[in-house]
């Protein structure tokens, strides 16, 4: 039987083929996908997005938003310019997309087309102690004033990205969940001569790292304000229960000295009868 020969071309050439093979297999296993699970929640308002790798839930976002861009529009002598302001909300019918790691995430939401989208970015770090969280560290927010649905007779129309500075959002223990009612607003800087974007969010839960089981949130963090409003819901109650336990601690002394002031003998109070005697 005749013997198989490889010329050192083809040796080099097969090995590097096997080596990208070997290097590319991690980028075919690490498939991720999104997932628009919004139709899950009864909140008309709330959009629940999920990111996935090989099928399981890696970062997951739910949350209800708006956005507010101030935008130029000529006016009515044709020559100035005024700013008008759009107001819309995040829909629920967005497209997803996303990138999971194990220090740094992001999720990319996009509607109209691409005419919006919204990129928020995560990582993690070490704290003081060595505490690990995680945090929203960028968000980006991409828009076109030549979409008409929200942009009426905009200036010189076209597509504008706003960004944060520095952001340092949401911080959070790594293993949990982000949880907070109360609003959170943040403030982009535009391209469009530095205007700026106010992107709010409210009844928010987020986790980007480490979640546990496919679509569940783990272990709630909540928000300061969240915290600091459920306090101020339960100090009246608190006061209440306190200002009770004095009134019957009152009572109960009074009750007390009265039971001790009746059981001693009573001298009479007219006491010229003894003077008499």
């Not at 959070?172 to 959170?184: D, I």
């Not at 839960?205 to 306090?231: G, M, N, V």
């Not at 009572?251 to 001298?267: D, E, S, V, W």
Request: glycine share 6%; net charge negative; charged share 20%.
């Amino acid at each position: 039987m005749g013997r198989l020969s490889f010329s050192t071309k083809e040796s080099a050439g097969l090995l590097l083929l096997c080596v990208c093979g070997v290097l590319a297999l991690p980028a075919v296993l690490a498939e991720q996908e999104g997932e628009n699970l919004s139709g899950l929640s009864d909140n008309p308002d709330k959009a629940i997005f999920a990111v996935r790798e090989n099928g399981t839930t890696c970062l997951m976002v739910e949350f209800a938003a708006k956005f507010l861009v101030p935008y130029d529009v000529l006016a009515l002598n044709g020559i100035d310019l005024i700013t008008e302001q759009a107001s819309f909300t995040l829909p629920r019918g967005a497209e997803i997309e996303g990138k999971c790691g194990s220090t740094d995430s992001e999720i990319h939401i996009s509607w109209k087309n691409n005419a919006y989208i919204l990129r928020i970015y995560f990582s993690k770090e070490f704290r003081e102690k060595g505490i690990e969280v995680w945090k929203v560290n960028k968000i980006q927010f991409v828009y076109d004033t030549s979409e008409t649905s929200h942009f009426i007779n905009a200036y010189n129309p076209g597509k504008h990205t706003a960004s944060t500075h520095k952001l340092s959002a949401l911080v959070t223990p790594a293993g949990r969940s982000y949880v907070c009612t109360a609003q959170q607003t943040v403030t982009l800087i535009s391209s469009d001569h530095q205007k700026g974007i106010t992107f709010s969010m409210y009844d928010i839960q987020i986790q980007p790292f480490d979640i546990a089981s496919d679509f569940i949130f783990s272990a709630p963090y909540k928000c300061i304000t969240d915290q600091r409003e459920h306090l101020e819901e339960i100090l009246p109650l608190i006061l209440g229960l306190i200002l009770g336990l004095i009134i019957i601690i009152t009572l109960t002394i009074y009750h007390f000295h009265l039971k001790l002031t009746a059981n001693q003998p009573q001298l009479p109070r007219d006491r010229s009868m003894y003077k008499n005697m």
